[in-house]
C-alpha cells in the first residue's frame, strides 16, 4: 500500500520543516482523537498527544517506512496514551462526574448525551479491548494495522475486538443476544 504522506515524510527527514509543519497537522486531529478516547479526560488526551507529536517529530529520522506513516503515528500515540495512564494511576483523580443531562433536552443535547454515554462505556473496557475497538471502529484501522500498531497478531486483534465491542454493548446497557431458538407456540 503506497503511503499518501510519503513525500512529506521524505522532505522532513531532509530537514523541511514546511513539510514537518504540514506532515503534523494532516495527522494532529486524528491523533488527538485516538488519545482522548484512550484516556478519556480531555487533559489526560491532550498531554499524551502532545507527547506522541513530540516523539514522532524526535523519532522520524529512524522512520524506516516499513509501515505507513499513520500506522507508525498510530503505534506513537497508543503508547504515549499507555505511557500517560501508567503516570495518571499514581497520583489521585480529583476531576468530578458531569452532571446527569436533562430529559427531553434538543436533539444537540441528545447527540452530546450518547458521546458522553460512549466516552463513559469506552473508559470502562480494560485497556487492550478499548485500544482495539478505538483503533478499529473509530480511527478505522484494519486488522493488520492494528496487528502492527499493536505489535500483536492479528488473530488476538480480532479476538480483543469482539471482546470489547461486547463489553461496550453491555456497558451501554443492550441486552446480551440469546442462544435460545424462539417457540413455535402460538
Not at 108 to 132: C, G, K, N, Q
Amino acid at each position: 500500500m503506497a503511503d499518501p504522506d510519503a513525500e512529506l515524510v521524505a522532505a522532513a527527514q531532509r530537514g523541511d520543516r514546511s513539510a514537518l509543519d504540514r506532515l503534523l497537522r494532516r495527522h494532529v486531529d486524528r491523533v488527538h482523537g485516538l488519545a482522548r478516547r484512550l484516556m478519556g479526560s480531555e487533559a489526560d488526551a491532550a498531554d499524551a498527544a502532545q507527547e506522541a507529536l513530540i516523539a514522532a517529530v524526535r523519532g522520524l529520522p529512524r522512520f524506516d517506512g516499513r509501515s505507513t506513516f499513520s500506522t507508525w503515528l498510530y503505534r506513537i500515540t497508543t503508547n504515549s496514551c499507555l505511557d500517560e495512564l501508567r503516570r495518571r494511576s499514581r497520583r489521585p483523580d480529583p476531576r468530578a462526574e458531569l452532571p446527569e443531562p436533562r430529559a427531553g433536552g434538543p436533539t444537540v443535547a441528545s447527540a452530546v448525551s450518547d458521546r458522553l454515554d460512549i466516552e463513559s462505556a469506552l473508559r470502562t473496557l480494560p485497556m487492550e479491548f478499548r485500544t482495539a475497538v478505538v483503533l478499529r471502529d473509530l480511527c478505522e484501522l484494519d486488522y493488520a494495522e492494528i496487528a502492527d500498531v499493536l505489535g500483536i497478531p492479528p488473530g488476538t486483534v480480532r479476538s480483543r475486538i469482539a471482546r470489547g465491542r461486547a463489553a461496550l454493548s453491555r456497558a451501554l446497557g443492550n441486552p446480551e443476544p440469546t442462544t435460545e431458538r424462539p417457540s413455535n407456540e402460538p
